[in-house]
T-cell receptor, first 111, second 112 residues
Framework: DAKTTQPPSMDCAEGRAANLPCNHS???????VYWYRQIHSQGPQYIIH???NNETNEMASLIITEDRKSSTLILPHATLRDTAVYYC????????????FGKGTKLSVKP | DVKVTQSSRYLVKRTGEKVFLECVQD?????MFWYRQDPGLGLRLIYF???????EKGDIPEGYSVSREKKERFSLILESASTNQTSMYLC???????????FGNGTRLTVT
């Protein structure tokens, strides 16, 4: 079973920030938080990951709460091409890379 | 950028056929994976490999086998295709254990 909880769907207006929450209240100290997304008819795409510090790259920002029990993925200026299913995953490198993908959040960016 | 290429986007096979799904990655990654994706069930790991000629069972290996003769290529084999193997199959690779997974665009297999 996935160790994360995400809302099944969210809407966002084009050009606005999209904030996608993830709850991982049972996260262990050595587990990282990863985010992937899957655009329709494509394979999942890696976005970002972090351990306890906030992270930013060219695609998004990841905010992890101090107790690490939840995180938020931020797409600062959502476009129509960001419409996808977003997956939040916790992983510690064990099980030879067997990331468990849950059901994710379907983000719909609307004009 | 890492490129993971799956040989077919769409495939239609008959029940009982032997099916080969091929995957090639161009970044010299150690680890390669095969998943299947079904509506409502998310991604499920079938097999993975962490080195040439090495393989490990994932969560749902029954009815499948794999081959890794070269580092860049990881093949999934359906020994005798059945209708319940109709699915989207995704190949992925990654370098180290905490490195990101890089996925191919998938093969949508239909078994009739």
């Amino acid at each position: 079973d996935a160790k994360t909880t995400q809302p099944p769907s969210m809407d966002c207006a084009e050009g606005r920030a999209a904030n996608l929450p993830c709850n991982h209240s049972t996260i262990s100290g050595n587990e990282y938080v990863y985010w992937y997304r899957q655009i329709h008819s494509q394979g999942p795409q890696y976005i970002i990951h972090g351990l306890k510090n906030n992270e930013t790259n060219e695609m998004a920002s990841l905010i992890i709460t101090e107790d690490r029990k939840s995180s938020t993925l931020i797409l600062p200026h959502a476009t129509l091409r960001d419409t996808a299913v977003y997956y939040c995953i916790v992983f510690n490198g064990g099980s030879q890379g067997n990331l468990i993908f849950g059901k994710g959040t379907k983000l719909s960016v609307k004009p | 950028d890492v490129k993971v290429t799956q040989s077919s986007r769409y495939l239609v096979k008959r029940t009982g056929e032997k099916v080969f799904l091929e995957c090639v990655q161009d970044m010299d990654h150690e680890n390669m994976f095969w998943y299947r994706q079904d509506p409502g069930l998310g991604l499920r790991l079938i097999y993975f490999s962490y080195d040439v000629k090495m393989k490990e069972k994932g969560d749902i290996p029954e009815g499948y086998s794999v081959s890794r003769e070269k580092k860049e290529r990881f093949s999934l084999i359906l020994e005798s295709a059945s209708t319940n193997q109709t699915s989207m199959y995704l190949c992925a690779s990654m370098q180290g254990i905490l490195s990101p997974l890089h996925f191919g665009n998938g093969t949508r297999l239909t078994v009739t």
